[in-house]
């Protein structure tokens, strides 16, 4: 939030736009393993209590399991994980730049 109302102030703190593009690199990838360890830790207490699952017959006329979505959610956890990981790193480059190596060519 600080990042942002700088940004209405339009103020620049290089320390505070570097956090803001930094602080990210520890913090998703923990709470993408974090999210993706509670759901599947949840499957099984699902599985057992049956709740939020609606079985035939019923007046809806369909069914749902819920532990087959959960089963779902971790490859698209995953996928969104890394989409969100990209982006942020592209992001990083473009305001705060990025190590370039060239490579210089030897001449023999």
């Given at each position: 939030?600080?990042?942002?109302?700088?940004?209405?102030?339009?103020?620049?703190?290089?320390?505070?736009?570097?956090?803001?593009?930094?602080?990210?690199?520890?913090?998703?990838?923990?709470?993408?393993?974090?999210?993706?360890?509670?759901?599947?830790?949840?499957?099984?207490?699902y599985e057992?209590?049956?709740r939020?699952?609606?079985?035939?017959?019923?007046?809806?006329?369909?069914?749902?399991?819920?532990?087959?979505?959960?089963?779902?959610?971790?490859?698209?956890?995953?996928?969104?994980?890394?989409?969100?990981?990209?982006?942020?790193?592209?992001?990083?480059?473009?305001?705060?730049?990025?190590?370039?190596?060239?490579?210089?060519?030897?001449?023999?």
């Amino acid at each position: 939030y600080p990042f942002y109302m700088l940004a209405v102030l339009d103020k620049k703190i290089y320390v505070v736009t570097w956090l803001r593009y930094t602080l990210w690199m520890p913090l998703y990838p923990v709470g993408i393993f974090l999210e993706g360890a509670v759901v599947i830790m949840s499957i099984p207490l699902y599985e057992m209590s049956q709740r939020f699952c609606l079985s035939l017959p019923n007046n809806a006329n369909m069914a749902f399991y819920l532990p087959w979505l959960l089963y779902a959610y971790p490859p698209i956890l995953l996928i969104a994980g890394y989409t969100m990981l990209t982006y942020m790193h592209n992001q990083r480059r473009k305001v705060i730049g990025g190590v370039t190596t060239s490579k210089s060519k030897k001449s023999s």
